[in-house]
């Protein structure tokens, strides 16, 4: 991790972008970035398969739709992380959870007996960002931008000072904290929990007893009108929606049309939670028309982990992909991005190159006429991928695409019903997939393009090909430096990914 001061990487870009002429300052793009957090692959109406799927005729979600037909729609899109801030601190740096050590939800649940759990949890960031860390929005705030952020954060643990986006190089922050998720999507939202309460500046809103997601939604357009009065500052707006993380807990005006045969009530809650944010991003977008800032602006969709399919009803299903949330399979990360860039990203375009969140942060920089600055330029995990936006060429990555989860999600029950839920770490090549996990030091390898719901292990068929993904993913973690759990009996942490015959 680079310790360099974020305040003197500030002041240096400002003088390098000092010399910019102004013309390019001003015609520079606003970013409105609406991430919906737990959203799955296919928790909209617009599939990200090569085929339709159940939940796409399911969920009613226009609006996204729209956003697909004028922009363009990744199909493998990514999560850095299968869980919530290890994926947000991503977005923020540009680096992996691998190598900023932020490898779980803030704070996590620590460690269990031996019975639940049988490797301890390495040391890890539990705090979450910091003074240390160069965050998107510190860059773009030091050469002109107004920076942004509505809903949730979790991006820093209570009472540290990452815990308040302003302090991570917000100009505005509404309704964010430490915490990852509401007490309630209805009023007082969760203000049960008194002065612990994450729910602030929502307080107008008690008396017409509003949904969470329309308060949120209010908000964020009286900002955009705010933005508008200054069009000699571009913008970068996190529209960071609460929705659709549990509670389970639907929007009572929108329920009643997927009370469907079959149907179960937390699909019902849920169906009707997306169609929320759904009609959130409606009007957001119906605000940018109506200000003139829609052809300025770019919008970027995306989710921070895979859908919720192992409790809480479970509420949705990640079909064709196997598992979801916090585990190591594609349900857990692969998640629904699309990109709207009026007069530059070709509409209703779909790319199928693998990208991930760490390409957010060296994307935008591009995009904003910020260059990387060069104390941090080799420590970032993502690559620009506007040559795929523009569709001007390929990218090339510094490293295959991995992901570094050394934790326990859920509780046991939860792991034993679904094997896939594990410490694990993964690497992507081409349409190969090797998953390591830590407790039986055992590798999976998959082949995506044949087999996108992971069912056929071909570690033992194809033992040249994952001892090759299993060295590369070695080498990647080595280099980043990434923690792995620790033996009960010897109190040492265990070895890197290792390639093995397997036995099962
Ligand atoms: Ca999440």
Redesign the pocket.
Known sequence: MNKVPALFLIILIMSLFSCRHNQQIITRPNILFFLV??LGWEDTGVPMWTDSVENNRYFRTPNIARLAAEGMKFTQAYASSP??SP?RTALMTGMNPARTHITN?IPGRGNHPAEDQWLLIPHWRIGGLDHRDVTLPELLKATGYTTVHVGKAHLGRKGTVGANPRHLGFDYSVAASYR?GPGSYYVPYGRIHGLDSQMIDLEEFFPDSLYLNDALTIMALRLLDTLAKHPENPFYFNMWHYAV?APIQGDPKLMDKYRLPGKTEAQVQYASMVESVDRSLGKILKKLDELGMADNTIVIFW???GGLVSHSGPPTTNYPLSSG?GSSHEGGYREPLIVRWPGRVKPGSVCSDPVITDDFFPTVLAITGVRVPDTIRRHLDGTDITPLLLQTGGIERPHPLVWHYPHYWGWKALRVADSTITPFSAIREGDWKLIYTYEKGRCELYNLAEDIGEKHNLAKEKPDVAQKLCGDLRSVLQVMGAQTPIDRETGEAVGLPEFTEYTD
């Open positions: 957090d737990d869980v919530c994926t939800w990852g993380h989710s921070d982990n949330k």
